[in-house]
């Protein structure tokens, strides 16, 4: 799989949008870009995921770029409750394979 | 619906000893997944079932970790003479199983293993 790379941490005041970027300039072009999170003491929860296009569900907005070589997570209206690690991870759709988690960005919601 | 889910949430166990986690997926996955997380470390992948098979065992730490999965749903790892470097969050996950297509995994919230 592609590698990914994401700043370890961030902050975000609570209500603003909390934008997290992930470098994937290896990414080939049958790699689905996933994003999960995981909140202390908790297991990771997906998020979203895409292939070429932006892609928008109730919990956040996946920005890609035309080349495919960086993303943008967007949590439009953060709120104390998202503070958490993010995953970005790129993955061949092959059957069944598992999900390689880097270390991710800790993003903290500041109220 | 109804998530994964996880037993114990937390057990403490005596080195040597040996120790079963379960996992139940979400009714209707085919695919299930077990990864470990040591304390402050990332997601480290240990085995995956395809139904009731294991195609991939590649990231079993050592031969006292085994797993099987019954009726292609609860899966049981198990750890055999427990040692201190076995501590770790277990986590289970699973997925629907189709050939091409995104596979988002759901996972469970974890069992907290603690050898003493």
């Known amino acids: 799989d592609a590698k990914t790379t994401q700043p370890p941490s961030m902050d975000c005041a609570e209500g603003r949008a909390a934008n997290l970027p992930c470098n994937h300039s290896?990414?080939?072009?049958?790699?689905?870009v996933y994003w999960y999170r995981q909140i202390h003491s908790q297991g990771p929860q997906y998020i979203i995921h895409?292939?070429?296009n932006n892609e928008t569900n109730e919990m956040a907005s996946l920005i890609i770029t035309e080349d495919r070589k960086s993303s943008t997570l967007i949590l439009p209206h953060a709120t104390l409750r998202d503070t958490a690690v993010y995953y970005c991870i790129v993955r061949v759709e092959n059957y069944g394979q598992n999900f390689v988690f880097g270390p991710g960005t800790r993003l903290s919601v500041l109220p | 619906g109804a998530g994964v889910s996880q037993s114990p949430s937390n057990k403490v166990t005596e080195k040597g000893k040996d120790v079963e986690l379960r996992c139940d997926p979400i009714?209707?996955?085919?695919?299930l997944y077990w990864y470990r997380q040591s304390l402050g470390q990332g997601l480290e992948f240990l085995i995956y079932f395809q139904g009731n098979s294991a195609p991939d065992k590649s990231g079993l730490p050592s031969d006292r970790f085994s797993a099987e999965r019954t009726g292609g749903s609860v899966s049981t790892l198990t750890i055999q003479r427990t040692q201190q470097e076995d501590s770790a969050v277990y986590l289970c996950?699973?997925?629907?199983?189709?050939?091409?297509?995104?596979?988002?995994?759901?996972f469970g919230p974890g069992t907290r293993l603690t050898v003493t």
């Open positions: 009714s209707g996955h085919t695919a």
């Open positions: 996950a699973s997925s629907f199983l189709w050939v091409g297509g995104a596979h988002e995994q759901y």
């Open positions: 895409g292939l070429k």
């Open positions: 290896t990414i080939s072009g049958n790699e689905y």
